[in-house]
């Protein structure tokens, strides 16, 4: 394993390679990281259980590839960690994105910054020529990235929803009140073979949402790719479950109009993934809709889970409005940054 020493700090920057290569050691390190960040950090997350850490280190996300490096101590303990997610898709061959943590009792010791410097070199080697990073307020990364010559871009609010506060009286009468000529549809895991395609075609949306000026490329969606998303969650323990609004086309095929999605990592909480309402179908109250459904479905079929988190682009005032309607409530914030490279 490639290994970089810092004679100042006496810390020595080493290469874990990519996820599928990783030892239970190597995991367990990151892990307890992971962990001293949440427990200071104002993530409005709950701290991850040590089989998603792996999970999620081990299966990197479709349509790229990840490296790993770990900071260690003069005395061999992990005080640092970094991962450099690389994009091959074409529409993003262009893009890479990083996260870096560094144990809360060695900030400000120079450990990001030497992360930081290895991240880049690796994303300038693998022809990247734009380098993205999400920071959570309340910590001093915003700062330390403006320094490094990062961009600021979006901010994203972290919403959730306590389940135990949900009106599901209130969700009833959302569900009911459904919009002429549309009807849901449901699914766990991957999509029906015979929508699919329609389904595709609707995560395609997702392309005009706002991104506050944030290039995050192109994504072709089409049924395979829809497959190996599902198939990814699996892989990683994960449950997926999809609410779609479908309509009849001109052709007399049922299409998606809007869905949403929430991912059961396991334990007490879920993430609200993407929701989105094809153009043409906006403004008749559908993605509330799906929501609203989503969420009577995952309360009625998973007891086990307490919260519900979702982010949202703070410029999305509509989807916001939209998820403060459901109960949920702010408990933090994020923004993106991005640094230009230079061959």
């Known amino acids: 394993m490639a290994q970089k020493r810092n004679q100042e700090q006496d810390i020595t920057v080493e290469s874990l390679g990519d996820g599928p290569g990783l030892r239970e050691a190597d995991i367990d390190s990151w892990h ?9 950090d104002e993530s409005g997350e709950p701290a991850p259980e040590r089989a998603q850490t792996a999970a999620r280190l081990r299966h990197a996300p479709v349509g790229a590839r990840v490296r790993y490096w770990v900071a260690r101590d ?10 450099l997610r690389l994009f091959e898709e074409s529409g993003r061959s262009r893009l890479s994105r990083c996260r870096i943590a560094v144990h809360p009792e060695r900030r400000r010791q120079g450990i990001g910054s030497e992360l930081l410097a290895v991240v880049q070199s690796g994303a300038r080697e693998a022809g990247r020529t734009s380098l993205g990073c999400g920071n959570v307020t309340g910590t001093a990364a915003p700062a330390a990235l403006g320094a490094w010559g990062f961009s600021r871009g979006s901010e994203y609010l ?8 949900c009106d599901q009286d209130a969700l009833r009468a959302v569900v009911r009140a459904a919009s002429e000529g549309y009807h849901l549809a449901r699914w ?7 929508l699919a395609p329609a389904y595709a075609e609707a995560r395609a949306t997702m392309a005009d949402a706002p991104s506050g000026g944030v290039d995050r490329g192109r994504v072709d969606w089409d049924a395979a790719r829809v497959r190996e998303l599902a198939e990814l969650h699996a892989r990683r323990g994960e449950g997926l479950l999809t609410v779609a609004a479908l309509y009849q086309d001109e052709h007399g095929e049922e299409a998606v109009a809007g869905f949403s999605e929430v991912i059961l990592p396991g334990g007490t909480h879920a993430r609200q993934s993407d929701t989105a309402v094809a153009r043409p179908h906006r403004g008749r109250g559908l993605g509330l809709w799906v929501k609203a459904a989503m969420l009577q479905w995952l309360l009625g079929a998973h007891p086990e889970v307490a919260e519900v988190i979702t982010v949202c682009a703070e410029s999305n005032r509509h989807m916001i409005a939209i998820n403060e309607q459901l109960g949920f409530e702010l408990v933090g914030r994020e923004y993106e940054f991005t640094l230009a490279l230079t061959p």
Not at 32 to 40: E, H, I, K, S, Y
Not at 158 to 165: E, S, W
Not at 188 to 194: E, F, K, L, Y
């Open 188 to 194: 766990q895991g991957i999509a029906p073979a015979d």
């Open 158 to 165: 972290k919403l959730r929803l306590r389940v135990a506060d």
């Open 74 to 83: 003069e005395e061999g303990v992990v005080v640092g960690t970094a991962q």
């Open 32 to 40: 307890r990281v992971l962990l001293a960040c949440a427990a200071v």
